[in-house]
């Protein structure tokens, strides 16, 4: 029996599931789209749901190169106790008395939410994926090591709070979040709880954009169990991503043989498309030429 072709390339922008790493929904995707062939950016941990960028053929040699450098998120903070993971799924470290837990004040809640938006100084979670001496911070902290994270700079472009729920010893508070990749909202969550004397973790998290990536062109693994099809094409990927550059059939040839073009003087990273509107190549201009940076469509 022949051998089924490889499924066209392009991006699936899942919704993922709670309980599922990263790693879990591409090893599904392989399955539903008949191919080894798949890649994901932008990890999203396994208590987390929401927008999980994949590239399917050639388009996973778009991943390293999309610019996801901003995201949002909507997530529910819980005031009152903290964690040796800063989310829910971690161990007590310790808890706030009901009596402290009261005396947090609205006024108090908004200003510490004031005081973590902006360009901050932020130290990941000890059980974040940040590297120290190549092994991830997460491996060496459920090996039992001490963990010390030096800061880094992310930028909370927004922190809004949507609402806020009290019952004894707990206060929750829904927030929209926009900020910088690398910022982690587990961090968030526990800084603005020690900022309030009482501790604080990440309850829930759901990722609604990634870079130009939403909710809204997001499917279920179960939708494309059912209907297996990619979100964007590699043409439309690259339009979404990229700024564009449309050249004539003559230097179409030329890109599709690596060769280097005159320069467009198009700031960074863009997409250099055929007369027929197909992706050739992303490039970038070194000087007065362009160079590939990736040949999508080689001759």
């Given at each position: 029996m022949p051998k089924p072709p490889p499924p066209p390339p392009g991006l699936l922008i899942v919704d993922k599931p709670s309980g599922m790493t990263s790693h879990?929904?591409?090893?599904?995707?392989?399955?539903?789209?008949?191919?080894?062939?798949?890649?994901?950016?932008?990890?999203?941990?396994?208590?987390?749901?929401?927008?999980?960028?994949?590239?399917?053929?050639?388009?996973?040699?778009?991943?390293?190169?999309?610019?996801?450098?901003?995201?949002t998120y909507l997530a529910t903070l819980a005031l009152g106790a903290s964690t040796t993971t800063d989310d829910v799924e971690g161990e007590r470290l310790s808890e706030a008395t009901p009596e402290q837990v009261a005396g947090v004040t609205d006024e108090a809640i908004a200003a510490g939410i004031a005081g973590l938006t902006g360009e901050l100084q932020q130290v990941p979670s000890t059980v974040s994926a940040v590297k120290v001496d190549g092994k991830r911070a997460y491996a060496r902290a459920r090996a039992g090591e001490d963990v010390n994270l030096p800061p880094r700079p992310v930028t909370v472009y927004r922190f809004d709070l949507l609402a806020t729920r009290r019952e004894p010893g707990r206060v929750e508070l829904d927030v929209m979040i926009d900020c910088s990749s690398?910022?982690?909202?587990?961090?968030?969550?526990?800084?603005?709880?020690?900022?309030?004397?009482?501790?604080?973790?990440?309850?829930?998290?759901?990722?609604?954009?990634?870079?130009?990536?939403?909710?809204?062109?997001?499917?279920?693994?179960?939708?494309?169990?059912?209907?297996?099809?990619?979100?964007?094409?590699?043409?439309?990927a690259v339009a979404a991503a990229f700024p564009r550059r449309d050249v004539?059939?003559?230097?179409?040839?030329?890109?599709?043989?690596?060769?280097?073009?005159?320069?467009?003087?198009?700031?960074?990273?863009?997409?250099?498309?055929?007369?027929?509107?197909?992706?050739?190549?992303?490039?970038?201009?070194?000087?007065?030429?362009?160079?590939?940076?990736?040949?999508?469509?080689?001759?």
């Amino acid at each position: 029996m022949p051998k089924p072709p490889p499924p066209p390339p392009g991006l699936l922008i899942v919704d993922k599931p709670s309980g599922m790493t990263s790693h879990d929904v591409v090893a599904r995707a392989r399955r539903i789209m008949g191919t080894r062939k798949v890649g994901h950016a932008g990890t999203l941990d396994p208590m987390a749901t929401g927008v999980l960028v994949l590239g399917i053929e050639r388009a996973t040699k778009l991943l390293g190169h999309l610019a996801l450098d901003r995201k949002t998120y909507l997530a529910t903070l819980a005031l009152g106790a903290s964690t040796t993971t800063d989310d829910v799924e971690g161990e007590r470290l310790s808890e706030a008395t009901p009596e402290q837990v009261a005396g947090v004040t609205d006024e108090a809640i908004a200003a510490g939410i004031a005081g973590l938006t902006g360009e901050l100084q932020q130290v990941p979670s000890t059980v974040s994926a940040v590297k120290v001496d190549g092994k991830r911070a997460y491996a060496r902290a459920r090996a039992g090591e001490d963990v010390n994270l030096p800061p880094r700079p992310v930028t909370v472009y927004r922190f809004d709070l949507l609402a806020t729920r009290r019952e004894p010893g707990r206060v929750e508070l829904d927030v929209m979040i926009d900020c910088s990749s690398g910022t982690y909202v587990r961090a968030l969550a526990r800084d603005l709880g020690a900022g309030l004397g009482v501790g604080g973790h990440l309850a829930a998290l759901r990722r609604t954009t990634v870079g130009p990536f939403t909710l809204a062109a997001a499917r279920t693994l179960d939708a494309l169990e059912a209907e297996p099809g990619l979100s964007l094409s590699l043409d439309e990927a690259v339009a979404a991503a990229f700024p564009r550059r449309d050249v004539d059939a003559a230097t179409a040839r030329a890109v599709r043989h690596g060769q280097s073009i005159p320069a467009a003087g198009i700031a960074g990273t863009y997409g250099v498309f055929d007369p027929g509107g197909h992706v050739l190549a992303l490039a970038a201009d070194a000087r007065d030429v362009t160079r590939p940076v990736v040949v999508l469509a080689p001759a």
